[in-house]
Antibody
Framework: EVQLVQSGAEVKKPGESLKVSCKAS????????IGWVRQMPGKGLEWMGI????????RYSPAFQGQVTMSADKSISTAYLQWSSLKASDTAMYYC?????????WGQGTQVTVSS | EIVLTQSPATLSLSPGERATLSCRAS??????LVWYQQKPGQAPRLLIF???NRATGIPARFSGSGSGTDFTLTISSLEPEDFGVYYC????????FGQGTKLEIK
């Protein structure tokens, strides 16, 4: 059974850094792209970018290029989304999703709150 | 960027009624389209993939149709647990979501 388990909720201050994780199981992690999706409070879903764990190739949506960094560690089947300097506008729920032949599996989401 | 436009924005119906949700793409996405249901505080749940195939465990009252630029999600007879927000998403050219249709109890 494919499962994506994300790290827990975070509360941070503006300017702090953060790395959230998405641990995969039930399939060969290296062989499928992982995507990240943002959902701001009360809003819809936005595609941030994707990473291929096999070689760490990344592709970002224009709105998120330079704002976040995606990475992956094949040895522990885990993908990451990180910020070097958080802003209040980064407050949102973040989801990871496994891509593959049009069938998308989702993690449970990580709530990130940025407030002074 | 392919833009997906969902209609209506809000749909108010009663249990037992039929729901018809629309998703229109700004250019052809072939059948590379999925539908999700999302309830408050939950992750999106995959309902339909490849425009017309039900995901594992999805009841038969949910059906998807369409190809190219026009797609429809139909719920044949609404159950109380079907209320929530529904999103379409294409993966033909990058990935984009529609803005969502809120299905609420009348």
């Amino acid at each position: 059974e494919v499962q994506l388990v994300q790290s827990g909720a975070e509360v941070k201050k503006p300017g702090e850094s953060l790395k959230v994780s998405c641990k995969a199981s039930g399939y060969t992690f290296s062989n499928y792209w992982i995507g990240w999706v943002r959902q701001m409070p009360g809003k819809g879903l936005e595609w941030m970018g994707i990473i291929y764990p096999g070689d760490s190739e990344t592709r970002y949506s224009p709105a998120f290029q330079g704002q976040v960094t995606m990475s992956a560690d094949k040895s522990i089947s885990t993908a990451y989304l990180q910020w070097s300097s958080l802003k209040a506008s980064d407050t949102a729920m973040y989801y990871c999703t496994r891509l593959g032949n049009g069938y998308f599996y989702w993690g449970q989401g990580t709530q990130v709150t940025v407030s002074s | 960027e392919i833009v997906l436009t969902q209609s209506p924005a809000t749909l108010s119906l009663s249990p037992g009624e039929r729901a018809t949700l629309s998703c229109r793409a700004s250019q052809s996405v072939s059948n590379f389209l999925v539908w999700y249901q999302q309830k408050p505080g939950q992750a999106p749940r995959l309902l339909i993939f490849d425009a017309s195939n039900r995901a594992t465990g999805i009841p038969a009252r949910f059906s998807g149709s369409g190809s190219g630029t026009d797609f429809t999600l139909t719920i044949s007879s609404l159950e109380p647990e079907d209320f929530g927000v529904y999103y379409c998403q294409q993966w033909s050219n990058w990935y984009t979501f529609g803005q969502g249709t809120k299905l609420e109890i009348k």
